[in-house]
């Protein structure tokens, strides 16, 4: 289907163009800018929503897309389109954005309308992120989210941010240059820049696994998989609350995409490859870091630690898929793992979202997001500390939660392929629930540990709005999973048929 | 090649500037102080009298004067990108030396020069015409750098600049004699007849190479050829800087592609390693090498730009010997786009320095944000173009080369690219950190006159406007190497 106005576009350029607004309406009247940033985020929130209601599902073609040249001699195009990949994610990300900007009401007070313009110029690229089908549009998309990103941390963040910030710079930037070799290399052997004519160029084995490694390198800084994790709890713990939100709800999802859109289509026979390495890779950030989120002191990080773990069941369950193909006798387990993954990605966009803003709501008061500071926080603050709990429980992968859906499906789609796999992957459920509840043991009950905390006021109803709509997403994902994983259905049976057929 | 007065014609531009710059030296001796600015007018409009009659001229290639004067679209092209950016150098100047009492009329009569000299360098045939653009050039800018005369780093800098530039034209020059020598022809489209003949003297040509290489490396400040740069750029007054650093980058351009590749083109790989080529990755690497990883460590940030300079000259190399349309172009689109982006850079810093201080330490544009967002928001697009960053045009320009690397068969060397690239931004998100996350150390308003504002927001647009649509710039340089 083909859109009649291009919908995608107003997606990504409605909050770039409303985000420059924002940057030039200045602060000497912040709540003009506030509520402008309100009402663009909130259009384009509604504006994303046509792409879910005019989605047809039973195809995995690409769908709203829009198609001109734009450097005609590189053929390079702005093409764009979604699929059941890519929707999902985009609704995500403009549903984030709004929650992201009534957190920031009252708590930014340096340069608001700077703060409001960063978020939204972010949220347009990211979109673009997820709706590029031409590889260097995409590339543009991904790199410019650096810069906002960059400074909202660096402006906005905490004693140490500039280290954090420039850290973060780096690592993704020199992921993703040795992706950008890899993509000129493809436009070298394939004459165009279509991230679809990229599916179908056949690619001998050397060549794949190099490109496949060269889209590691910027995939896996950016989810971000064990060993190269170490920028996230940095950039985590500095950035300000909505900074946190966006990176760990939608920054690490455009790494586990682009395994996705890239490296499983373009180079299937390389994933195959080197699938005991992803595989292994993704099992030491669910175990090693489960424990590493054990011992943290601060609970940003812990949360941080966590978001690592969970994205390592994402691309455990993407590269699950080869064992079991290699094993002809077992049936079914691949769409499966994949769509666990999946759902695993847009859970975790909520439930670390609502993490890092229930820590912000803490900070906000306390100005600290050390454990032991808290005690007995259920004793001032009810309201918040059910919430609280209920994300905790969340983010432990309690039934009825999303949290759980989509670890039990990756868990599940494991024991097909391997008793031992699953085994390990599935402590995350003793971990997580370790690591999590103890936390929430210590802050939210016990008795009232100090003054500070026994002078907390409870959430505000602008707070309350943004955890109760989160939680609802929570509960609807949780109890029923089922239409997103209708939307995804055909894309990844497509995706699956896909890498079953080797390249070489 | 017959001469007549039509041949004149294709001369015009040449000859509009130098009637303008005669004229504006006779009528700046009859003005006021206070009436300078006059002066200033003149030498812009002149820029702009010369930029219309290239645009308007014949640009269908053809060789006149005996060989001396090219026409090209190539030409014409580098001649209006090295007139504008002249534009933007001189509108940055103009409040910076008044404060100075330096604002007087020989300072944009050098200029004009100078740019004079480089439009002879881009448009000439031989190797006479474009060793007499190449001193005219030099030696306005050596009267450029010491413009300040009471200043003590002015003065050393100049003096620094001008025995290794002499000392670089005389290996230019004993090149070209060695040159001469072997073919027994002084313009480019002779020799390149000569060597595609096969019967000139292998040994006494490569001699010849390599010295003339040797210039065009010290006119670009390819390392190792680079010492004069840091200097010169630290010592100079800013303004100068924003001239010297980014108007003969696109001269320099020009002289290496008339001799590289339109005379000495035909050396391929059987005359030793590689030929001009080979000597060029060597240049090229080394200057990504040192430049990016020196950089880092400066304080001073004309200091800093200036090994970020040499780091783009490896760039520009990197594209040249690629070679081939891609090559080329994509060399001339990075070579114009740094040319721009550098002088945004240094004029940003001329608008920043104040009478009694120049902002050219990073701490002077600390909490650049909270003084002025909008300065501040042009200096980010600046310094991301400059670290290759969509969705500016810097990206693009390293986009270009690289794809042109990986088209000759050279990835090795687009990785060593993308590799310093990381390095180098580094240092560029260090200026963005001053300016950003820094509280200012005064909260002094900026005083920049409406000429200059309106300049650097042309010219930090600029950066997002050729980094969204990058492919009308890009089809010009196409087409300009194409009619090569």
Same mark, same amino acid.
Not at chain 2, 130 to 152: I, P, R, T, W
Not at chain 2, 376 to 399: C, D, H, N
Not at chain 2, 427 to 443: A, C, G, N, Q
């Given at each position: 289907m083909s859109a009649d106005w291009p919908i995608l576009s107003a997606v990504i350029w409605l909050p770039v163009l409303g985000g420059l607004l924002v940057a030039f309406s200045g602060d000497k009247a912040p709540n003009i800018s506030r509520w402008l940033a309100l009402v663009v985020a909130v259009l384009t929130f509604l504006l994303s929503l046509l792409l879910y209601t005019g989605f047809e599902m039973n195809t995995a073609a690409m769908q709203f897309q829009e198609n001109i040249p734009w450097i005609e001699s590189f053929q390079v195009n702005y093409h764009l389109g979604v699929d059941g990949i890519s929707m999902p994610l985009i609704i995500l990300t403009t549903f984030i954005t709004i929650l992201v900007i009534i957190a920031g009401w009252q708590v930014i007070q340096y340069k608001p309308s700077q703060y409001m313009a960063a978020f939204l110029i972010m949220e347009g690229v990211m979109v673009g992120v997820f709706s590029a089908l031409d590889a260097m549009l995409f590339y543009v998309f991904w790199e410019a989210m650096l810069i906002p990103m960059f400074l909202i941390i660096g402006v906005w963040g905490g004693p140490n941010r500039v280290y954090a910030t420039i850290k973060f710079f780096l690592y993704t930037f020199l992921g993703s240059v040795f992706m950008l070799v890899a993509l000129i290399y493809m436009y070298f052997q394939s004459g165009s820049m279509s991230i679809l004519d990229f599916h179908t160029l056949k690619l001998g084995l050397t060549e794949q696994i190099l490109i496949f490694l060269a889209f590691l390198a910027a995939f896996a800084v950016k989810v971000p998989m064990w060993p190269v994790h170490t920028w996230l709890p940095d950039a985590h713990v500095e950035a300000p609350t909505g900074g946190s939100v966006i990176l760990a709800a939608i920054m690490l999802k455009i790494g586990g995409y682009g395994f996705l859109r890239f490296s499983l289509p373009i180079t299937p026979d390389a994933s195959k490859e080197l699938d005991w390495l992803i595989i292994g890779m993704s099992l030491i950030a669910v175990v090693y870091i489960g424990f590493v989120a054990l011992v943290q002191q601060d609970m940003k990080k812990l949360i941080a630690y966590s978001s690592i773990a969970h994205m390592g069941f994402v691309t455990l369950g993407f590269f699950i898929a080869f064992i079991i193909l290699a094993k002809p006798e077992v049936d079914g387990g691949v769409i499966l793992g994949m769509q666990g993954g999946m759902v695993q990605m847009v859970s975790h966009g909520f439930i670390s979202a609502a993490m890092f803003l229930c820590v912000g709501v803490l900070y906000d008061r306390m100005h600290s997001r050390e454990i032991s500071d808290y005690g007995g926080v259920v004793n001032t603050m009810p309201w918040f500390a059910a919430f609280m709990v209920f994300f905790a429980m969340a983010n432990a992968g309690l039934p009825g939660t999303s949290g759980f859906v989509g670890e039990f499906m990756v868990i599940v789609a494991s024991f097909r392929a391997d008793f031992w796999l699953a085994f390990l992957a599935a402590t995350t459920l003793i971990v997580g629930a370790a690591y999590t509840l103890w936390m929430v043991k210590r802050v939210i009950f016990g008795d009232i540990a100090n003054d500070n905390v026994a002078a907390l006021q409870d959430i505000n109803k602008r707070e309350a709005l943004v955890l109760t709509s989160l939680a609802i997403a929570v509960l609807v994902l949780g109890l029923w999973p089922d239409p997103l994983i209708q939307i995804m259905d055909a894309s990844i049976a497509n995706l699956v048929n896909h890498i079953a057929v080797p390249k070489l | 090649m017959d001469f007549n007065a039509s041949t004149l014609l294709l001369l015009l531009p040449e000859i509009v500037l130098l009637s303008a710059i005669a004229a504006i030296l006779v009528?700046?001796?009859?003005?006021?102080?206070?009436?300078? =600015?006059?002066?200033?007018?003149?030498?812009?409009?002149?820029?702009?009298? &010369?930029?219309?009659?290239?645009?308007?001229?014949?640009?269908?290639?053809?060789?006149?004067?005996?060989?001396?004067?090219?026409?090209?679209?190539? !030409?014409?092209?580098?001649?209006?990108?090295?007139?504008?950016?002249?534009?933007?150098?001189?509108?940055?100047?103009?409040?910076?030396?008044?404060?100075?009492?330096?604002?007087?009329?020989?300072?944009?009569?050098?200029?004009?020069?100078?740019?004079?000299?480089?439009?002879?360098? =881009?448009?000439?045939?031989?190797?006479?015409?474009?060793?007499?653009?190449?001193?005219?050039?030099?030696?306005?800018?050596?009267?450029?750098?010491?413009?300040?005369?009471?200043?003590?780093?002015?003065?050393?800098? +100049?003096?620094?600049?001008?025995?290794?530039?002499?000392?670089?034209?005389?290996?230019?020059?004993?090149?070209?004699?060695?040159?001469?020598? +072997?073919?027994?022809?002084?313009?480019?489209?002779?020799?390149?007849?000569?060597?595609?003949?096969?019967?000139?003297?292998?040994?006494?040509?490569?001699?010849?190479?390599?010295?003339?290489?040797? !210039?065009?490396?010290?006119?670009?400040?390819?390392?190792?050829?680079?010492?004069?740069?840091?200097?010169?750029?630290?010592?100079?007054?800013?303004?100068? &800087?924003?001239?010297?650093?980014?108007?003969?980058?696109?001269?320099?351009?020009?002289?290496?592609?008339?001799?590289?590749?339109?005379?000495?083109?035909?050396? !391929?790989?059987?005359?030793?390693?590689?030929?001009?080529?080979?000597?060029?990755?060597?240049?090229? =690497?080394?200057?990504?090498?040192?430049?990016?990883?020196?950089?880092?460590?400066?304080?001073?940030?004309?200091?800093?730009?200036?090994?970020?300079?040499?780091?783009?000259?490896?760039?520009?190399?990197?594209?040249?010997?690629?070679?081939?349309?891609?090559?080329?172009?994509?060399?001339?689109?990075? &070579?114009?786009?740094?040319?721009?982006?550098?002088?945004?850079?240094?004029?940003?810093?001329?608008?920043?320095?104040?009478?009694?201080?120049?902002?050219?330490?990073?701490?002077?544009?600390?909490?650049?944000?909270?003084?002025?967002?909008?300065?501040? +928001?042009?200096?980010?697009?600046?310094?991301?173009?400059?670290?290759?960053?969509?969705?500016?045009?810097?990206?693009?320009?390293?986009?270009?080369?690289?794809?042109?690397?990986?088209?000759?068969?050279?990835?090795?060397?687009?990785?060593?690219?993308?590799?310093?690239?990381?390095?180098?931004?580094?240092?560029?998100?260090?200026?963005?950190? =001053?300016?950003?996350?820094?509280?200012?150390?005064?909260?002094?308003?900026i005083a920049a006159n409406a000429d200059a504002r309106l300049a650097i927001s042309v010219n930090g647009l600029a950066m997002l406007y050729y980094g969204i649509f990058p492919a009308s710039l890009l089809a010009v340089c196409q087409a300009a190497i194409a009619a090569l």
């Open positions: - | 009528l700046d001796l009859f003005l006021d102080q206070s009436k300078r =600015v006059f002066t200033y007018g003149m030498s812009l409009a002149a820029l702009v009298a &010369t930029m219309a009659a290239v645009m308007l001229g014949d640009n269908t290639s053809q060789v006149v004067m005996h060989g001396a004067y090219v026409v090209d679209a190539m !030409g014409s092209v580098l001649k209006v990108a090295l007139l504008s950016v002249g534009i933007f150098a001189f509108i940055y100047s103009r409040r910076y030396l008044s404060d100075r009492n330096l604002f007087k009329g020989e300072f944009y009569v050098l200029g004009l020069l100078a740019i004079l000299g480089m439009m002879i360098m =881009v448009s000439a045939g031989s190797f006479l015409s474009l060793y007499l653009g190449l001193e005219l050039l030099a030696l306005s800018l050596y009267a450029l750098v010491a413009f300040d005369g009471d200043s003590k780093p002015g003065s050393e800098a +100049a003096m620094k600049y001008f025995v290794l530039g002499a000392l670089a034209s005389g290996m230019l020059l004993y090149g070209i004699s060695m040159i001469y020598g +072997a073919t027994g022809v002084l313009d480019f489209a002779g020799v390149a007849k000569v060597i595609a003949s096969g019967q000139a003297d292998q040994t006494v040509l490569t001699f010849g190479l390599v010295f003339v290489l040797i !210039g065009i490396a010290f006119k670009f400040g390819a390392v190792p050829f680079h010492m004069w740069v840091p200097d010169v750029y630290q010592g100079a007054p800013v303004v100068v &800087t924003a001239f010297l650093g980014s108007v003969p980058k696109i001269a320099a351009f020009a002289m290496a592609m008339r001799i590289l590749a339109e005379s000495m083109g035909g050396l !391929g790989p059987e005359m030793g390693w590689q030929g001009w080529q080979g000597m060029l990755i060597i240049l090229a =690497v080394l200057s990504l090498a040192l430049g990016n990883i020196v950089a880092l460590v400066q304080d001073n940030i004309k200091r800093m730009l200036a090994y970020s300079t040499i780091s783009h000259v490896g760039f520009i190399f990197l594209g040249l010997l690629a070679g081939g349309d891609k090559g080329y172009s994509a060399a001339m689109f990075y &070579t114009i786009i740094y040319a721009l982006t550098a002088v945004g850079g240094f004029g940003l810093l001329a608008i920043l320095s104040r009478k009694g201080v120049e902002a050219e330490n990073l701490h002077d544009l600390k909490g650049l944000n909270k003084r002025s967002p909008w300065l501040a +928001a042009m200096m980010l697009l600046i310094v991301f173009s400059m670290a290759g960053v969509p969705p500016t045009v810097g990206f693009f320009a390293k986009l270009f080369i690289l794809d042109a690397l990986v088209n000759a068969d050279l990835l090795w060397l687009a990785l060593v690219a993308v590799f310093f690239s990381v390095i180098g931004a580094f240092y560029y998100l260090r200026i963005i950190k =001053v300016i950003y996350f820094d509280k200012p150390e005064s909260e002094a308003p």
